[in-house]
């Protein structure tokens, strides 16, 4: 802790650019302070068998080109979209609902019982509230451009998901492959 008074002594700089040992001493001064506070998580996160797995779906047309994907991954009782995407040409015919759904039934099978994503008002806000996400925050303005960014969660159930009788698990793929002209996904 710095007494009062010490603040004049100090030399505050405005960088473009960190040492990679001025950005692990800031790194390090912030994991002290979190593990003083919740120790027992961040001894969890730290165990092997609870990294970040990676869950992806990606859908492909009758030529093999990709037309749609989904990159996620799984931690503790969270599923953590990144990205979700479908083709211009391909939307509007339940692809991405499939794509959602197929991730959501993984990361139940996984242990999670909570999925969180983000989009912007332009992207696919009314989408996910379709599909039972609710608005856990709103960041107005985003892209300083006028757009708000959507913060969404939804509870997840197996009980709240159609069973998916046509997904294949393979413990040898961890890539989404075509078997017909629906999306079949072969998980990790």
Request: glycine share 6%.
């Amino acid at each position: 802790m710095i007494p009062k008074g010490i603040e004049k002594d100090m030399d505050y700089k405005l960088l473009t650019s960190l040492s990679e040992d001025t950005r692990e001493t800031i790194e390090s001064l912030l994991r002290g302070h979190n593990n003083s506070h919740n120790s027992g998580f961040f001894a969890a996160r730290d165990l092997e068998e609870n990294s970040p797995k990676p869950l992806n779906v990606v859908v492909y047309d009758k030529s093999g080109s990709v037309v749609g994907g989904l990159i996620a991954k799984t931690q503790f009782l969270w599923l953590k979209v990144s990205i979700m995407a479908v083709a211009e040409s391909a939307r509007q015919q339940g692809i991405g609902r499939r794509l959602l759904e197929m991730a959501e039934h993984e990361a139940i099978t996984r242990g999670c019982r909570h999925a969180f994503l983000d989009t912007l008002d332009y992207q696919a806000p009314d989408f996910y509230r379709k599909l039972g996400y609710q608005i856990a925050g709103k960041l107005a303005n985003w892209d300083s451009h006028g757009h708000t960014k959507y913060l969404f969660t939804k509870q997840l159930s197996i009980d709240s998901l159609p069973r998916p009788t046509d997904i294949e698990t393979s413990e040898k793929s961890s890539r989404c492959m075509k078997s017909s002209t629906r999306p079949t996904y072969l998980g990790s």
